[in-house]
């Protein structure tokens, strides 16, 4: 089991920029799949990005590609989300998950990720 913690969340104008971050602890993180979800008020969780254990494979939903960007840093066990150029449909609760190679790719339905952190919430203004 892995445990994931995100931070990095806040409010920001739209067109504007935020980090979060995903700190692992527990087993070893670079043995998984690491991604990002979302969840906004009244809707359903859906996938954001994911990255590779390597770091060498990356996939993103189509709503964020070209604005957002995942990254790893396995040597400090975390992993990070790039905003950029937010809009006010980012808006939601971001969540990291962490998923064990299976050969499968992309990785990208919520079901294959065995280890979920809290949460961060991400708000952007008009």
């Known amino acids: 089991q892995v445990q994931l913690a995100e931070s990095g969340g806040g409010l920001v104008q739209a067109g504007g920029s935020l980090r979060l971050s995903c700190a692992a602890s527990g087993r070893t993180f670079s043995r998984y799949a690491m991604g990002w979800f979302r969840q906004a008020p009244g809707k359903e969780r859906e996938f954001v990005a994911v990255?590779?254990?390597?770091?060498?494979?990356?996939y993103y939903a189509d709503s964020v590609k070209g604005r957002f960007t995942i990254s790893r840093d396995n040597a400090k066990n975390t992993g990070y989300l790039q905003m950029n150029n937010l809009k006010p449909e980012d808006t939601a609760v971001y969540y990291c998950?962490?998923?064990?190679?299976?050969?499968?790719?992309?990785?990208?339905?919520?079901?294959?990720?065995?280890?979920w952190g809290q949460g961060a919430q991400v708000t952007v203004s008009s």
């Open positions: 998950a962490a998923a064990i190679a299976r050969g499968t790719w992309p990785i990208s339905r919520d079901y294959e990720y065995s280890d």
């Open positions: 990255i590779s254990w390597s770091a060498g494979y990356t």
